[in-house]
């Protein structure tokens, strides 16, 4: 009882602090009368109690990969479903859980061999505490921290059959599993009653186990991989309810640093950067129902840039890799 209380009470004290126009009690997501929506990059900086889902479709090319002696580009398309809910427990403190999967595979017979398929799955729990709101001039700014857990298995077939074995299912399949923690800031500042722009800083630090089968050794290898990455996002919406038209328009930024460690025997560090742009169409004639559509392209995934062995020794690299994904979005909100 006591620990519930240091807990609680120091939250209530803050929120009272750091909302100056408490007394006027704004819409949650709300600021000088210009009302945001969800990114697809990056979580807003609003206190919400809502669920909502997200689903699509998504396609990688690696570009100029070599196989059976010709260059070709390799595709994988698949299914992607999120699920998120939100609790807002006094005025400025909330919980929030996140669930998602993605089924993956080679779109031909030249990528399935080189890429097989991939079935993630994975979970989030979290909580947002804001830090100050000031809705008459438009500004909020919270943070966000969570951690999760996700499994992995990637369906492989290449290695299997450089190696002369028999395929069965479970050489063919490699598990996974990765933990994650994270935490961010998010910002929010009015510029027009039809205008808004949305920022978040996010570190995250992300270790994966990994047990691949080694066609070269002919069984199986213990893999780590520790990956430390710095994200910084941007939406900027434009809503046309002022002017009558129940529609808004959201386009989107993302610049993503990582820094990944692995380890199989030996140690390897990379490091690469990775952008990605978004662009979103919403339904926003009522406040508690947001619906829309929305576009993401990855940009320059060198975790996915594939090598391998020329005929004269030498090392040779795939084309930068990029991924385009289509969503729709559903949510209510309380």
Known sequence: MRLTLLLVLPLMLLCSVARADWFLA??????ATHR???????????????FGTRQGITSLRIPDVVTRGRKRDLRATGFTQAFDVGVKLYECVGLFATASGTVKAGLDASSAFELGAVLDAGFQLGGVVRLFRFAQIGSELSVRFAGGLATESELQVKPIVEAAQEANLALLVTPGRNRQLLGSFHFAQTILPSLGLQTAVTLRGTRSTLRPFSASDARRQDETRDDFAVELALALSFDAASFGVPLALMPEYQLTRESLTVRNGAKLELDYRTQRLGAGLYYTGRDDLILGAGVLAALNLEQDRLQWSAADGSRQRSGSPSEVRAHFTFRYVW
């Open 36 to 50: 945001y929506l969800p990114p697809l990059l990056a979580e807003g900086a609003f206190i919400t109690t809502h």
């Open 26 to 31: 704004p819409e949650s997501r709300t600021l």
